[in-house]
């Protein structure tokens, strides 16, 4: 059994055939799906889905970095109501993206912040986007109580996920990207203990090849998975296996 770790499948972008995409998923081996939130809109979209079928979405709750805006205070006040809840397994997806601008980088750190002290408070794991933004991540985390979660599409260097590894119990949610021709983090990985790794896809983002450049899916995290046992020298299933019990340790999902 697999865990997809980190997918969007709620989006508008599977409205036609959702339906088809959780059938592959779950023919490709996908036991359950982690559902990221993306602002306050998204909440309705994330609750049906999740209800839909409990036993196979966690969902997870938060403000994305992107949606950081002039308004963010309001957002972040019904994603806490949302949160605090009760149902969430995770506090997500959260962090901090300077690549597009930086026009908001103050309320990116802040709103960072305070999810991650919910995250705390809640004993529950966060869920971090971080892009063109490392320094800035590593210190939030540092400055908050918050010590487990995933560092969501790693794809820095050997002395990054060290780093980020020493920040607490954190694992590197890995996807599409390592099947890429010429990405660095096959090397990078190789290096890292696969304990410390997770699997996921983001889609509908970050398809892996020969997806690449498609809307990605949950069933491709096969693709990721082959990857994944080149690296380790594994079985396919061995890699499965070790990733789908961190992940189930991390968002505390009996197996
Ligand atoms: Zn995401």
Redesign the pocket.
């Known amino acids: 059994m697999i865990i997809d770790t ?3 499948i709620f989006e508008n972008e599977f409205d036609e055939d959702r339906s088809a995409v959780i059938q592959r998923a779950k023919d490709a081996g996908v036991g359950k799906m982690v559902l ?1 939130n ?1 602002n306050a809109q998204s909440i309705t979209r994330l609750k049906e889905l999740a209800d839909s079928d409990t036993n196979l979405f966690v969902p997870a709750m938060g403000l ?1 970095p992107t949606e950081v805006n002039s308004d963010y205070k309001t957002e972040l006040e019904t994603i806490k109501s949302e949160l605090f809840s009760g149902k969430y397994a995770a506090v ?2 959260i962090g901090m993206d300077l690549y597009w601008d930086k026009e908001f980088e103050k309320e990116q750190v802040e709103a960072f912040e305070t999810q991650l002290d919910w995250a705390a408070e809640l004993s529950l794991p966060a ?1 971090i ?1 971080s892009r063109s933004s490392f320094k800035e991540t590593v210190n939030a985390v540092k400055n908050s109580r918050c010590k487990k979660g995933i560092f ?2 790693f794809g820095g260097t050997l002395e990054e996920a060290e780093e980020l590894l020493s920040l607490g119990d954190f694992l590197l949610g890995i996807g599409g990207v390592v099947t890429f021709k010429k990405s660095t983090l096959p090397d990078v990985l190789s290096n890292i203990d696969i304990k410390h790794i997770v699997l996921e896809t ?1 889609a509908p ?1 970050l398809a892996p090849t020969p997806h690449r450049g498609k809307r990605n899916e949950p069933s491709y995290i096969t693709e990721v998975a082959a990857a994944l046992s080149k690296i380790f020298n594994l079985s396919i299933d061995e890699v499965a296996r070790i990733t789908t019990e961190n992940a189930a340790n991390l968002f505390k999902i009996k197996l």
């Open positions: 980190h997918t969007h990221p993306i994305h997500g997806e869920l986007h969501h599409c983001d983002y």
